[in-house]
């Protein structure tokens, strides 16, 4: 059984420039939530979709946003990248159903801001 | 107060060892509870989920929740250098899929 994919796993971007994350979720899973991390802030939660639909959104600016797609595809963009938008992207995908369902993690797309 | 708190440590145990890491939470509705193993460079990946109050048992690991106390902890027994990593807990807090999570614990199993 394939696991979470996202695409690119690398990448370095200049400040003021915007960036678009790839997530294919586990065969089955409608739900994918991101998440950024960085050494000093840990996982903070970006926001979480399930059948093309955004239920949940963290406390991040409105230059971070997402999408899903009908194949449970997601993708994250970041416009006017700042030097702190820094960090691991992870992107976690579950079945989405009532009550929480655990989180299978992609490997996540390091972004570097310079 | 930040919604799930966890000591950064490290956390420093003797090989074989019982490791006891904790956690706080501060929504009182929360229900579901979640410990995460994190290797340096990797990303996180599920040890554990516990739903109700007492001891919930895998292996060498035992989940604890005391949901009056808001409190989650873990327990590694016979503790393995291959045990050392980022512990991260998490607790669902939303209706749905709102997982937040804890900055932490840093285990260092020291042979």
């Known amino acids: 059984k394939a696991g979470v994919t996202q695409t690119p796993r690398y990448l370095i971007k200049t400040r003021g420039q915007q960036v678009t994350l790839s997530c294919s979720p586990i065969?089955?899973?409608?739900?994918v939530s991101w998440y950024q991390q960085t050494p000093g802030q840990g996982l903070q939660f970006l926001f979480e979709?399930?059948?093309?639909?955004?239920?949940n959104k963290g406390n991040f600016p409105g230059r971070f946003s997402g999408r899903q797609f009908s194949n449970s595809r997601s993708e994250m963009n970041v416009s006017t990248l700042e030097l702190g938008d820094s960090a691991l992207y992870l992107c976690?995908?579950?079945?989405?159903?009532?009550?929480?369902?655990?989180?299978?993690f992609g490997a996540g797309s390091r972004l570097t801001v310079l | 107060q930040k919604e799930v708190e966890q000591n950064s440590g490290p956390l420093s145990v003797p090989e074989g060892a019982i490791a006891s890491l904790n956690c706080t939470y501060s929504d009182r509705g929360s229900q579901s509870f979640f410990w995460y193993r994190q290797y340096s460079g990797k990303s996180p990946e599920l040890i554990m989920s516990?739903?109700?109050?007492g001891d919930k048992e895998d292996g060498r690991f035992t989940a604890q929740l005391n949901k009056a106390s808001q409190y989650v902890s873990l327990l590694i027994r016979d503790s393995q250098p291959s045990d050392s990593a980022t512990y991260l807990c998490?607790?669902?807090?939303?209706?749905?899929?709102?997982?937040?999570f804890g900055t932490g614990t840093k285990l260092q199993v020291i042979p």
């Open positions: 979709y399930f059948s093309e639909t955004q239920r």
């Open positions: 998490a607790v669902n807090s939303g209706g749905y899929q709102k997982v937040t």
């Open positions: 065969s089955g899973h409608r739900s």
């Open positions: 976690a995908s579950s079945l989405g159903l009532s009550g929480a369902n655990v989180l299978t």
């Open positions: 516990i739903y109700s109050n």
